[in-house]
């Protein structure tokens, strides 16, 4: 759209003549006889550009710039000025004329100071644009900035971990109300003091006084620390915390540091509860395993008991027999069930002694031979003679080697896939390293896998109520106690090798030679 | 003529105890030591009812409980199931089981939670075998 142009001239002629160019040429125009009428009608028109002649009576043209400029600088004003009067046009475009255009007028002078005055106009226009968006994007800027660092700042404060951050003195910056919390000092407190984070927290006095110039020495920057400590509380409580701090650089220069406290109180008791619970669940498991035991037991003592008195009552010996049979063999499953437990729980010493391993092992074989033979299973012996003798808990040895092999007759002669030609070998052999190898190896039908997992679980048993899930554990138990270590290997099918190996830590110390070299 | 009661339970006091118990009160007890056994006395000898122990190191009783309930020619003969498990947990993993099986087997005519008590024993073998 053109602009709207004022035009303001006290000769009638001219006022006709422009008047028709300019409307012609498209501009919306309003048109003033005088100054006085031209300023009234600038008022109520609001024109983007004036064309006044300078000389008017009353109110003149340099009047109608002056006072048009004041209240609307933006407003382009173009005088026109008699010829040779040069003075009066400078002095105009001095009092911020766009431009002037001489009498005689000349459509093209006049057109060219209104294209000029144009430009102005809309070169103006978009200045001004543009520095209003560069205001609204500033501001938006500033309120974004703003919401940030609001938001940063309510992060630190709302915050469940303390944050304490100091300057480059070490004066503290940031000081948290988690912080504020825990440590029971206020802000204007902490920022008295004169150097806080030592003081609250003396891990991080280490961390400066050590880490850090060391850090610094071998990397040439320093990394973070994060570690437990303790805070040490106004009240002068010590707060188990866990701390994590680093320090702030710019380039190489220390700028302050900042760091992170975490109390750890609420952690330590839910890690105690759970501890707890998981101590209450295996106690039941326990309890639940040790019923089970002991309700198998009691079924055969009741059967006894039903026995008995059946025989008294008809007479019968043979019931009396049976009977009081069975009350004995459950008389004896709970005295060994009961030494079992006893001898689990019991948190003993090996008793130690000179021993030698073999002769142990001998003992079992002897033990067992009998019970084999009557079983159709063959039991060998493999002793490695050079043995010495080794510093061991002979009583605890014994009670392992006579649960594998019991283990293993049982594995040949109950359940399925019985091999043809059972086999079980006890076999002893010095290993490297003075270390002692204990094993008891048969031909039964193997360990399969899923029960492998469970052998060594307390009340596990394959043999339903025959074994009370206690044999294995013990004797992991003992082995552990030797600070040795029990393994087993088993490919299904093809029997199972249980091993028992005991470290040089309970081999004789060597006999000093007697030439003392 | 003495009703037939097959006792089947790996535990020789059981057995013994059980046996026993039938003896006296006018039945006539026969016994196998683990389910296979137990499988094949109830073919060959057919008796009017069985007490089958749950848990058994070989195969479980439960293998042969579905055996017996699931063969056109026993089927019919009540099964006392016998173990230490609560009978409450019991008949919930029977359920289970079925389930699994994706067959519906009828529960246990009887059970009886170990240690088996006389009397319990014996209400069921007169409620079961007329």
Not at chain 2, 21 to 47: F, H, R, S, W
Request: hydrophobic share 40%; aromatic share 6%.
């Amino acid at each position: 759209m053109k602009p709207k142009i004022l035009l303001i001239d006290d000769e009638e002629g001219i006022r006709k003549l422009l008047g028709i160019s300019l409307r012609d040429a498209g501009y919306p125009l309003v048109i003033a006889i005088d100054g006085e009428h031209g300023l009234e009608l600038f008022q109520e028109e609001h024109p983007d550009i004036v064309v006044t002649d300078i000389k008017m009576p009353g109110v003149d043209g340099m009047e109608v710039l002056k006072r048009i400029k004041y209240v609307s600088p933006e407003t382009e004003v173009i005088v026109i000025t008699g010829h040779g009067e040069i003075e009066l046009a400078i002095q105009s475009l001095q009092m911020d004329a766009s431009d002037f255009i001489t009498k005689p007028i000349h459509d093209e002078a006049l057109f060219v100071a209104l294209r000029r005055a144009e430009e102005k106009l809309a070169w103006r226009r978009s200045l001004r644009r543009y520095n209003e968006t560069l205001k609204t994007k500033v501001r938006e800027a500033t309120e974004e900035l703003r919401k940030n660092f609001q938001f940063q700042e309510k992060l630190m404060q709302s915050a469940i971990d303390g944050f304490i951050g100091t300057d480059d003195a070490g004066r503290a910056v940031l000081f948290n109300v988690a912080a504020q919390r825990l440590s029971g000092y206020t802000l204007e407190e902490i920022r008295e003091l004169s150097d806080p984070l030592p003081r609250l927290v003396p891990e991080w006095g280490e961390f400066m006084a050590r880490t850090v110039p060391a850090q610094l020495a071998a990397e040439g920057r320093s990394a973070c620390m994060v570690q437990r400590g303790f805070l040490m509380a106004k009240n002068g409580e010590r707060i188990p915390i866990r701390l994590s701090g680093t320090l702030l650089l710019d380039q190489d220069r220390i700028i302050g540091s900042i760091c992170c406290l975490q109390d750890q109180r609420e952690l330590d008791r839910l890690q105690r509860d759970l501890l707890r619970a998981e101590r209450l669940a295996a106690t039941g498991q326990t309890v639940a395993g040790m019923a089970h035991a002991i309700k198998n037991i009691l079924g055969g003592l009741k059967g006894g008991r039903f026995m008995v008195n059946k025989g008294l009552e008809l007479n019968e010996r043979r019931y009396l027999q049976d009977g009081w049979q069975m009350v004995e063999r459950n008389i004896e499953k709970i005295a060994q069930f009961t030494m079992d437990l006893l001898n689990f729980c019991r948190d003993r010493e090996p008793e130690l002694e000179e021993t030698d391993p073999n002769g142990l092992a001998r003992e079992v074989f002897d033990l067992y031979r009998e019970q084999a033979a009557q079983l159709g299973v063959r039991l060998r012996l493999e002793l490695d003679e050079t043995l010495p003798p080794f510093v061991l808990d002979p009583k605890g040895l014994h009670q392992v080697l006579t649960n594998l092999v019991s283990n293993a007759l049982d594995a040949c002669t109950l359940g399925d896939d019985l091999p043809a030609r059972p086999e079980i070998i006890l076999s002893s052999q010095g290993l490297a390293g003075g270390r002692l190898l204990l094993q008891v190896k048969d031909n039964g039908p193997g360990i399969p896998e899923e029960v492998r997992k469970k052998l060594f679980t307390i009340f596990f048993s394959t043999k339903g109520s025959r074994g009370t899930g206690l044999g294995l554990l013990l004797s992991q138990k003992i082995v552990q106690e030797h600070g040795g270590q029990i393994q087993v290997q088993s490919v299904p099918g093809e029997g199972a090798t249980f091993q028992v190996i005991l470290s040089r830590k309970f081999a004789t110390p060597p006999q000093k030679s007697p030439d003392g070299l | 003529m003495k009703k037939k009661i097959l006792v089947v339970d790996d535990e020789m006091d059981i057995r013994i105890f059980i046996s026993t118990l039938l003896e006296t009160n006018g039945y006539k007890p026969i016994i196998a030591k683990d389910g296979e056994e137990g499988l094949k006395m109830v073919q060959e000898n057919k008796p009017d009812c069985v007490i089958l122990d749950v848990m058994m190191p070989k195969e479980s009783g439960l293998k042969l409980y579905r055996e017996i309930k699931t063969n056109e020619s026993t089927r019919h003969i009540p099964v006392i199931m016998c173990s230490a498990v609560a009978k409450k947990t019991f008949f919930h993993s029977h359920k289970e089981l079925d389930r699994y099986h994706g067959a519906s087997i009828p529960e246990p005519d009887g059970y009886i939670e170990k240690p088996p008590e006389a009397e319990e024993l014996l209400s069921n073998l007169q409620r079961l075998v007329a």
